[in-house]
């Protein structure tokens, strides 16, 4: 089974091994509205945890996206670019953003669960 | 300053809205459906919009009020027949733009329509202009709800009849569970539509009335989208203090007939008509799907600031990102290649007529 955390930015990060699939929650999208436009970080470049590593935009406002990791971008999902009303439809599945080789597992430590995810969410949506 | 509602805000509750502050009122920018399915319901069917925030400014009383006004304002009031509308502006010293405003001739005087924002702004201005003996009333007593889109006409009509005989730019009163109603056909959309100003206490009965006839409640989020798409101005971004309505290519609006005349600020556009401006609004479509916002930067192609994005989004019916924004006149013809930066990067874009979006209005007869 592999592991699901997440961080304050509302990211969602699934790691499979070494390879860390990153995401928007559903609670983002719902606070961002209809999402108009994704850009994502270039294939084989290397971002760092809390770094910036893409943006959205919906028709309000544009906010940027970041990783709760540090690793090299192996994969990004074009699906996404090509028509960003998938992040709004299945944010947490097939709209992932990018996929990343982490080097350090210890970064995922300081990441909340599920249980706490959404308690956070709610605290701060309130 | 404590935040304002308007009659209509346990019926925005009622209907999911999310609700945000905007001119020190609490507002809808949305309902449940989101942004894009309600400007799309109001191109496709008609949309219910709650404008009661903006000022209903009410001038009576005295012979001479149209040549006070004229002074005023760059409109033709004269020319003016009863429940016609016209759209103006109130200008400073310097021909820059203090709001931007419907004027109706009614029975008895003038309504004007004003921006939110600047409402009491504009009362103190026109007051202090105006002698004694000219009554003003900024009504807030009043509700004023906005019904647009090709169903528009239908569903009003089913709620007050007779009104889809009204023309573009014109109004007229009318009766709603015996109380007076007074309708305009006009909007800021790029649709038909109407607006209808109502008693705040029967404000809520009248849009459940339009809702049970198939329209929708729709947010400010929406409002914004559909006139960037009508490639229609907001005050505050596309307009401001420091920009004349010749700048902003708004020259329709000051009928010729009024170029020779004094009005505050005539002086400064006269010299703008017969010489020409430095900056122009203009439209803007850029290559790619990057958004650029209003205070986004804009290049030539060697790499020189020639302007500033005023307002831009996605266009939900355009389908494509929309922008308008002021740049320097020689860079003003379509098709000329700028470049927006966004994000640190260059991107593409042509400057582009306006609207974005074709309009959809009722024609009345031209009124020359």
Same mark, same amino acid.
């Given at each position: 089974m592999s592991e699901v955390k997440y961080s304050k930015e509302h990211e969602w990060i699934k790691l499979d091994g070494e390879e860390a699939t990153i995401g928007i929650t559903k609670h983002a999208t719902e606070m961002l509205g209809d999402i108009v436009f994704a850009e994502l970080p270039e294939k084989g470049s290397h971002v760092d945890k809390d770094g910036t590593a893409g943006v959205v935009e919906s028709t309000k406002a544009a906010s940027d996206v970041y990783t709760p990791v540090s690793g090299e971008v192996i994969d990004t999902n074009q699906m996404i670019v090509d028509d960003p009303s998938k992040i709004n439809e299945d944010p947490e599945e097939s709209a992932w953003f990018f996929k990343l080789k982490i080097k350090d597992k210890s970064e995922m430590d300081s990441l909340m669960n599920q249980e706490e995810y959404e308690k956070f969410a709610k605290e701060t949506s309130a | 300053m404590s935040i304002k509602k308007t009659s209509l805000n346990n019926l925005h509750i009622k209907y999911g809205a999310k609700l945000v502050e905007f001119a020190r009122y609490q507002m809808?920018? %949305?309902? &449940?459906? =989101?942004i894009i399915q309600e400007h799309k319901y109001t191109r496709s069917h008609s949309g219910i919009f709650d404008v009661s925030h903006m000022g209903q400014l009410f001038i009576s009383g005295g012979d001479d009020l149209t040549n006070e006004l004229e002074k005023i304002f760059p409109a033709d009031l004269k020319k003016l027949k009863t429940n016609q509308s016209k759209y103006s502006f109130l200008m400073?010293? &310097?021909? =820059?733009? %203090?709001d931007d405003l419907i004027i109706t001739k009614t029975s008895d005087g003038f309504l004007i329509i004003l921006n939110a924002a600047c409402k009491y702004n504009d009362y103190e201005v026109i007051k202090s202009k105006l002698d004694n003996q000219y009554k003003l009333n900024l009504d807030e007593s009043l509700s004023l709800i906005a019904l647009q889109g090709p169903e528009a006409k239908n569903v009003l009509n089913k709620v007050i009849p007779g009104c889809d005989s009204l023309k573009f730019m014109n109004g007229n009163n009318y009766v709603y569970k015996k109380e007076k109603v007074y309708i305009t056909r006009s909007g800021y959309t790029g649709e038909d539509g109407f607006e209808i100003s109502i008693k705040n206490s029967d404000a809520e009965t009248f849009v459940e009335s339009l809702i049970e006839n198939g329209s929708k409640l729709i947010g400010l989020g929406a409002r914004d989208t559909l006139r960037m798409e009508a490639g229609l101005c907001l005050y505050g971004n596309d307009l401001d203090n420091d920009t004349s309505p010749i700048e902003a290519n708004l020259k329709w609006a000051i009928p010729k007939s009024r170029i020779e005349t004094e009005f505050v600020g005539s002086e400064v556009l006269k010299n703008q008509f017969q010489s020409g401006v430095k900056k122009l609004r203009v439209g803007i479509k850029p290559d790619s799907k990057v958004i650029a916002r209003g205070n986004t930067k804009i290049y030539n192609d060697k790499n020189q600031e020639i302007g500033k994005v005023t307002s831009g989004t996605f266009g939900p019916s355009v389908e494509h990102p929309i922008a308008m924004g002021y740049v320097d006149n020689s860079y003003s013809t379509v098709n000329t290649k700028i470049f927006l930066e966004v994000r640190g990067k260059k991107i593409p874009a042509n400057i582009c007529n306006l609207p974005f979006y074709k309009k959809n209005y009722v024609k009345g007869e031209i009124n020359v």
């Open positions: - | 809808p920018i %949305q309902y &449940k459906d =989101g400073n010293n &310097k021909g =820059g733009i %203090q």
